[in-house]
């Protein structure tokens, strides 16, 4: 290894990258360096001997999450340890026993439950729109991730809201027909394969022995997201032992609609009398004035840490808050802000626009474009799948294997020249803007490469980047949803919609729905590094009235400018 994984750690990081065996919580605040504590624990434990490496198993939740597991632990020297989702490393052991313990091919993996869902109808002789199709894939999960049967299932369904135009009979009835569907066609869907890992391990002890001997040391990113289906999963993986280190936040759970519960990690301690529990709060990503904010609003909380800044260079400037009078009004207001940003030096990627629901996008992408101020949605085509981006990546691809007379970076500009790139950005906007900005991402990767980096390296890094979904910063202003925030960080960042019906959403009822729409806002302040600008319209749809979200007035504490008003 090059340098020793526990420098440039603080105190706490230190305490939890030291602490290598034995049931570990580290408990750790937005912005307080997780991944680093985690990633240079494995590596701490693997340069000591601790660890073989090969035995050990770091999970997560997201492909694109478990990419950055790797990378880090690849530059940490610790590259051979498994960095896997949930559902990665259950897939991997299930295609691995399945011949020896049922014989012949594991059964094929539904990329998605809709078109299904959909025939079930269809052969029921049932009307149901896509729309009612998407909340009925939901309702599946969140039954299966629970491990309810359709019996058990029914019980409960009587006090849930069901898809629109469809009963509680009806429901059950697409239900059974979808699970006879996908067992007449040796068909398993997301879920079936961590239902079929767990039955699997708690029925075959050989298999679970195996299981167990090759992976020792246990981690789990994100733990607040662990579902009960999950935790069931790792509990049969883990066994007897106890070498389990879990990180999350409590109060960024915001997924509980999909199964997640923070009840075991606020209960790790519980379960673990003899656990070491570290407490990461010192921030190192916003100022001040954020954080404070942050803390207001999450306080009393259950499992609520108290952030402290860690930068003290910058003044701790507070989130300012705007009413405007109608939506668009305030869409209008927010590009008008954004453009003030970006001639004041600020570069667009640096700047997001973050709200609750997808609807709201509309009306901020075509302010923005009226300015001619580019911007992008996350959630939206991914980088790699872009057309002129798969046009170079073949073309490349094809040039890494005949071999290119030029160097690496003047091939790739040829090829991007070739697409649309030009030095100059082309005046225009819409989607011969969007093609120059792909193509140009493409071309300062290659910039950024290390001298002497070949193209066969080059494009094998773009497919690991397109597998890990690692997609590279493109000059555009980032529109996102809050969930799809989540995890991601700017400098500047415009939180718009804190209005009541829009966050906390309308749907949400009862003190638990609302406790969520409250960490959802928490994640969306603490995704600002320097400034954070908050915003809400007074006018909904067709002139009606609206409150300001009840969750500004905690804001609003002591905020200086808090009503401040965008009249237009």
């Known amino acids: 290894m090059s340098r020793d994984p526990l420098a440039g750690l603080d105190e706490q990081q230190r305490r939890a990258a030291e602490t290598l065996l034995g049931p570990v919580c580290i408990l750790a605040g937005a912005g307080t360096g997780k ?58 052991q299930l295609s691995f026993f399945w011949p020896q313990l049922v014989g012949g091919r594991l059964p094929e993996i539904l990329p998605g439950k809709a078109r299904m869902l959909g025939q079930a109808a269809e052969s029921l002789r049932m009307r149901v729109d896509t729309a009612a199709l998407r909340d009925l894939a939901a309702e599946i999960e969140w039954r299966k991730v629970r491990r309810m049967g359709l019996e058990e299932y029914g019980r409960v369904a009587r006090t849930r809201a069901m898809p629109p135009g469809l009963g509680v009979d009806a429901v059950l009835e697409l239900q059974q027909r979808y699970e006879d569907l996908k067992d007449e066609r040796r068909q398993l869907d997301f879920e079936d394969v961590l239902l079929v890992t767990a039955g699997m391990l708690d029925a075959e002890r050989r298999v679970a022995e195996q299981v ?39 109060s960024q759970t915001i997924y509980s609609f999909a199964g997640a519960s923070s009840d075991y990690l606020l209960g790790f301690a519980t379960r673990y009398p003899d656990a070491t529990v570290v407490r990461l709060e010192s921030n190192y990503r916003s100022g001040a004035g954020v954080l404070a904010a942050a803390n207001r609003l999450m306080r009393g909380r259950p499992g609520a840490l108290e952030l402290r800044a860690a930068r003290t260079d910058e003044p701790a400037a507070e989130p300012t808050v705007t009413r405007w009078e109608s939506d668009a009004a305030e869409a209008e207001g927010v590009a008008d802000a954004i453009a003030a940003q970006l001639t004041s030096g600020i570069r667009p990627e640096q700047i997001a626009v973050l709200y609750r629901v997808n609807a709201q996008a509309a009306r901020l992408e075509a302010a923005l474009a009226e300015r001619g101020i ?51 950005a082309p005046e225009s906007q819409g989607a011969v803007r969007e093609r120059w900005e792909a193509l140009g991402a493409l071309v300062e990767l290659a910039d950024q490469a290390p001298d002497g980096t070949s193209l066969a390296q080059f494009v094998a890094e773009l497919q690991e980047r397109q597998n890990a979904q690692h997609e590279p910063t493109m000059q555009a202003v980032v529109l996102s949803t809050l969930h799809g925030a989540k995890g991601l960080e700017w400098e500047h960042v415009h939180l718009v919609g804190l209005s009541e019906g829009l ?28 400034t954070l600008a908050l915003h809400w319209s007074a006018e909904g749809l067709r002139g009606r009235p609206r409150e300001p979200s009840r969750f500004l007035a905690e804001l609003r504490s002591g905020t200086p400018g808090a009503g401040r008003r965008g009249a237009r």
């Open 35 to 92: 991944t680093r504590a985690l990633t240079h624990r494995i590596a701490h434990g693997v340069a000591t001997g601790v660890y073989a490496p090969d035995r050990v198993m770091a999970l997560t939740f997201t492909t694109r999450a478990a990419g950055e597991l790797r990378g880090r632990l690849r530059r940490l020297g610790a590259g051979q340890v498994s960095a896997r989702t949930f559902h990665s490393a259950a897939l991997a």
């Open 212 to 250: 167990r001997e090759q992976y020792r040391f246990w981690v789990v990113d994100e733990y607040q997201d662990v579902s009960p289906l999950q935790q069931e999963l790792l509990e049969l993986w883990l066994g007897p032992r106890n070498d389990l280190c879990v990180v999350g936040d409590a």
């Open 374 to 424: 580019s911007a992008r949605q996350l959630g939206g085509t991914r980088f790699f799948e872009l057309d002129p981006i798969r046009r170079a990546m073949l073309e490349l691809t094809s040039l890494a294997r005949t071999g290119s007379p030029k160097p690496m970076y003047e091939t790739v500009t040829d090829v991007a020249r070739n697409i649309g790139w030009t030095v100059q």
């Open 503 to 530: 966050l906390p959403i309308s749907h949400a009822r009862g003190f638990d729905a609302i406790d969520e729409e409250r960490r959802l806002l928490y994640v969306g302040i603490t995704r600002a590094r320097r």
